[in-house]
Structure formats: structure tokens, C-alpha cells
């Protein structure tokens, strides 16, 4: 986990950081993500987020409870992932 990330997830004490392991699992005491929780951890608005998780690329793995209008939620572990894979080798 990157310091950034670990120090944006640890203010709110709500999140634990998880062992990288296949399969990555929810631990006992961890919380799934809002859209509002990734949109602030980003720094994009919640439609972006929304966009990204139902039909845009990139796209932003999500837990999706329902159909049509379905609850959207994130693991904390696949906004880890999803940010390190779009960081700019070219530091732009």
C-alpha cells in the first residue's frame, strides 16, 4: 500500500489494510467503500466514479447489490490496485 493512500484511508480509522494474498478477501471489521469514499479518495466527483464503475474506461472494479439502479460499493483493496495501475510512469 502506498504511504498516500494509507494516510488517506487512515484518518477516518474505518479501514485495515490487507495482506496482498490470492484471493484478496474482506477481513473481519473492514467496511466496503461509498461512492462518496472513492470520490474523495481520487479526487473526482461522484459521477466520475460512477461513470468509471458501470460503463467508462478505465474502468473501477465495483460491488454492485441490485439490478438496473444497483447499489454501487468498493473494496478498499481494488482501489489500491486501480490507482497503482494508473499511476504515470512519466511522473505528469
Known amino acids: 500500500m502506498t ?3 494509507k494516510a488517506a484511508l487512515n484518518p477516518a480509522s474505518r479501514l485495515h489494510a490487507i ?3 490470492e484471493p484478496q478477501r474482506m477481513t473481519p471489521g473492514q467496511r466496503l467503500l461509498t ?3 472513492v470520490a474523495d479518495l481520487l479526487g473526482v466527483s461522484k459521477a466520475w466514479v460512477r461513470d468509471h464503475a ?3 474506461s478505465p474502468r473501477i472494479p465495483v460491488v454492485r447489490f441490485g ?3 444497483a447499489v454501487l ?3 478498499p483493496q481494488d482501489i489500491e490496485q486501480f490507482i497503482s495501475s494508473h499511476v504515470s510512469q512519466e511522473g505528469v
Open 3 to 5: 504511504a498516500e493512500l
Open 19 to 21: 495482506p496482498r494474498a
Open 35 to 37: 461512492l462518496e469514499d
Open 54 to 56: 458501470t460503463r467508462r
Open 67 to 69: 439490478e438496473r439502479r
Open 73 to 75: 460499493r468498493f473494496r
